[in-house]
């Protein structure tokens, strides 16, 4: 005779079943602490089975404990008190699609790190993997760092991405970099309700598309300098529409479309901007490519948005060197051009643009920092952006990275 929990696994109901739902649950979750707190959460068995293996065990007719409570399972769970809101969200999180956007969810790094103890304990992989990669890009405090230590390397292979940025680098790497140095808040515009940010994402959307349009045509057309000329002007208005939307995308909290197609996009836009000459009207089309560049690394260097760690990785090369070398040349015009107010991008902006670079820079793995940090020393750019913080804090990490994970191993 099968389980009453497994037989409603084929029910399938026209709304999407919602945590708490009392109307249409068939199991309590029932969280107690020995502290004597005690919580019954409705919850959907067919979700539960699906996402963790922790219920899918209860809940099968093997678990000789599983109680029947008014036509309900129940199954009890007992967790530490400092863990109990932690259970309660990764509860929440299995009626959550956790390979979508869920970046803003979290709620900070210590919230994340117990989300993910708890999501290991009950075995949610989908929960442990959206958690790792959130863990993974983001920038961390120092005591932070110290708590990351002392929690994931006890949690096995699945959460060791996350500990990629404190890994020993090659020696070599090392040695190349101590022989160069030794050488040488506004308030929301408006609170959007998911129809209008629906409809501001199709609006975005087909503001790129004719941008990508204009885009290839320029990387296609170069010969032609009449052609060019015009569809340079095409794309500069183009540009300040993106840098506006980009604007009104932070504010309504829905970056991440955004910053995905600028990131895809990024080696054309650069490669577009980088062989023109250095024109007034060449040099603003450069700036305002910096301005929403900012933007976008703004988003994902303070983890409004989380990318893979290869594409960050790539973003920063890409971006890096041409803010580098464009800086001067932005400057120079606009003391030339004094009268010109689009050349002068404000300087908390360079400022603010090279903070962002320190943060996803020390986001990435040591080896990927290495290999950007050398091409920092190597380059008669080194004043802008000066990544000093960001190469103080390898060289820490560096240094102790072998005594500090093998401390960790041996406790």
């Known amino acids: ?16 079943s919602r945590i708490g739902d009392r109307s249409t649950s068939d ?13 019954w959460l409705y919850c959907h068995s067919h979700i539960l089975v699906e996402k963790c293996k922790y219920f899918a065990d209860r809940l099968s007719e093997n678990w000789p404990t599983c109680q029947i409570l008014d036509s309900r399972s129940c199954v009890e769970v007992y967790c530490q008190e400092s863990d109990f809101d932690h259970h309660v969200n990764v509860l929440r999180l299995l009626y959550v699609a956790t390979d979508g956007p869920v970046d803003d969810m979290w709620h900070g790094v210590r919230n994340a790190l117990g989300i993910l103890r708890v999501a290991v304990e009950l075995e949610c992989p989908q929960i442990v993997t959206a958690c790792v990669n959130y863990l993974e890009a983001i920038p961390w405090e120092e005591s932070e760092e110290e708590e990351i230590l002392r929690i994931i390397p006890r949690m096995g292979s699945q959460a060791e991405p996350i500990l990629a940025r404190m890994q020993p680098v090659n020696p070599s790497a090392i040695e190349q970099l101590e022989y160069m140095i030794t050488e040488d808040d506004d308030a929301p515009l408006l609170t959007a309700d998911d129809e209008i940010k629906s409809e501001v994402k199709e609006c975005v959307k087909r ?10 045509a320029l990387l296609a057309e170069r010969t032609e300098s009449t052609s060019v000329e015009s569809k340079m002007q095409l794309f500069q208005s183009h540009l300040s529409d993106l840098s506006w939307a980009c604007q009104m995308l932070t504010k309504m909290e829905i970056m991440r479309e955004f910053v995905n197609t600028w990131a895809d996009a990024s080696d054309k836009i650069v490669q577009v901007v980088e062989q023109e000459s250095p024109t007034v009207v060449m040099v603003e089309i450069k700036s305002k490519a910096i301005e929403v560049a900012a933007k976008v690394l703004d988003a994902i260097g303070y983890g409004t948005v989380i990318l893979p760690t290869a594409k960050r990785f790539h973003l920063v090369k890409v971006w890096l060197p041409f803010v580098r070398v464009t800086k001067p040349l932005i400057d120079s015009v606009a003391t030339n051009d004094e009268d010109n107010l689009t050349l002068k991008i404000d300087g908390e902006l360079w400022q603010s643009l090279e903070s962002t670079f320190v943060s996803i820079i020390l986001a990435l793995p040591s080896v990927d920092q290495a290999e950007i940090l050398t091409e920092w020393l190597e380059n008669d750019h080194i004043r802008y952006p000066d990544l000093t913080e960001a190469f103080e804090v390898w060289c820490y990490r560096s240094k102790v990275a072998k005594r500090r994970l093998a401390l960790v191993e041996e406790a």
Not at 1 to 16: G, H, I, Q, R
Not at 207 to 216: D, G, K, M, Q
């Open 1 to 16: 005779m099968e389980s009453p929990v497994l037989e409603n696994l084929d029910f399938e109901t026209k709304a999407p």
């Open 207 to 216: 503001l790129f598309a004719r941008f990508s349009h204009v885009l290839e």
């Open 27 to 39: 199991v309590v979750v029932r969280l107690r602490t020995q502290d004597g707190r005690d919580e």
